[in-house]
């Protein structure tokens, strides 16, 4: 079976550019999950999906970042502009209903 | 607010010296303990989860067990392939997972 899909693996950008990120969970998951993770510290959950419903996106920034999860599968993280303390390891998630969730192998932005 | 703290923040054993891991925690309605492995420049793989006081698993050289308060991580018998961060994490009754900051694991042969 295959896991939890991530692109891009890596993305250098410069200060104010747009980025993107995209993930595509286990087939039959409902829930979606998007995570920061910075280094030396655990995962923290920027926005969660049931199915196409954002139900909790308190964490987000949402000045500069957005996301979507069109048709209830795929998903992007958005953010515009790009600052530089957004250097981090963007981590997508999924599962079933609230059962134990599995990651991507995460995409690592550096911005200068 | 839920909160997580994990102990010692890194660990160096040798091979065959076992020991273990601990995660402190606080949480509103406890709705699950979770310990996963994270390898250097991969996501977090998942271990076990743990709902009530008292509860233990095992797989293969970990054993996680659960007070009101705690859990452990205990390795047996460790083999330089167990080398990881080791990330504790609770869910609570807004099934929001909280995360520590983890313990690196090192195993020398």
């Known amino acids: 079976e295959a896991g939890v899909v991530q692109s891009p693996r890596y993305k250098i950008i410069e200060k104010k550019q747009p980025v993107a990120f995209w993930c595509n969970p286990i087939?039959?998951?409902?829930?979606l999950y998007w995570y920061l993770q910075n280094l030396g510290q655990g995962p923290e959950l920027l926005i969660r999906?049931?199915?196409?419903?954002?139900?909790?996106d308190s964490q987000l920034p949402k000045d500069r970042f957005s996301a979507e999860r069109l048709k209830g599968v795929d998903s992007t993280l958005k953010i515009q502009p790009a600052e530089l303390g957004d250097s981090a390891v963007y981590l997508c998630?999924?599962?079933?209903?609230?059962?134990?969730?599995?990651f991507g192998p995460g995409t690592r932005l550096t911005v200068l | 607010e839920d909160q997580v703290t994990q102990s010692p923040e890194a660990l160096r054993l040798q091979e065959g010296e076992s020991s273990s891991l601990n995660c402190s925690y606080t949480?509103?309605?406890?709705?699950?303990l979770f310990w996963y492995r994270q390898d250097p420049g991969k996501g977090p793989e998942f271990l076990f989860t743990?709902?009530?006081a008292g509860e233990e698993k095992e797989k293969e050289r970990l054993k996680a067990t659960l007070t009101k308060k705690e859990s452990f991580l205990h390795i047996t018998a460790p083999k330089p392939e167990d080398s990881a961060t080791y990330l504790c994490?609770?869910?609570?009754?807004?099934?929001?997972?909280?995360f520590g900051k983890g313990t690196l694991l090192t195993v020398n042969p």
């Open positions: 949480v509103s309605g406890l709705r699950g």
């Open positions: 743990l709902y009530s």
């Open positions: 998630a999924s599962s079933l209903a609230y059962n134990e969730q599995f």
């Open positions: 087939s039959g998951h409902n829930t």
């Open positions: 994490a609770v869910r609570g009754s807004n099934y929001k997972l909280t």
């Open positions: 999906y049931e199915n196409e419903e954002a139900v909790d």
